[in-house]
Nanobody, 122 residues
Framework: QAQLVESGGGSVQAGGSLTLSCAVS????????MGWFRQAPGKEREGVSV???????GYDDSVKDRFTISNDYAKATLYLRMGSLKPEDTAMYYC????????????????WGQGTQVTVSS
């Protein structure tokens, strides 16, 4: 069964750090692109960071130099290390997979996790 399961969300004060994890089922290992997306209340889902199978990465400008995406194939887990968190980072965070080339467009991803909530207080 194709499955993505996020964890690691929580509440943190501005300036703090969190690391999100996404457990990837064996059916999704090897997908062309894995990514992290987020959706705040009343807003559209947006791309945060993507990681291509070839190792190349992409970040939204709003998180560049603060967030780091990585993948541990042995553990079948995708990570998003988030630092210098801001209140505007508050959102539900999702991991997703696609066989298309990496893009920050959520519409290109067809497998999604259930999400993990991140709340940053000022």
């Amino acid at each position: 069964q194709a499955q993505l399961v996020e964890s690691g969300g929580g509440s943190v004060q501005a300036g703090g750090s969190l690391t999100l994890s996404c457990a990837v089922s064996k059916f999704l290992i090897g997908r062309r692109c894995m990514g992290w997306f987020r959706q705040a209340p009343g807003k559209e889902r947006e791309g945060v960071s993507v990681l291509d199978r070839d190792g190349s990465v992409g970040y939204d400008d709003s998180v560049k130099d603060r967030f780091t995406i990585s993948n541990d194939y042995a553990k079948a887990t995708l990570y998003l290390r988030m630092g210098s968190l801001k209140p505007e980072d508050t959102a539900m965070y999702y991991c997703a997979a696609t066989d298309l080339p990496c893009t920050m467009d959520p519409g290109a991803f067809d497998d999604w996790g259930q999400g993990t909530q991140v709340t940053v207080s000022s």
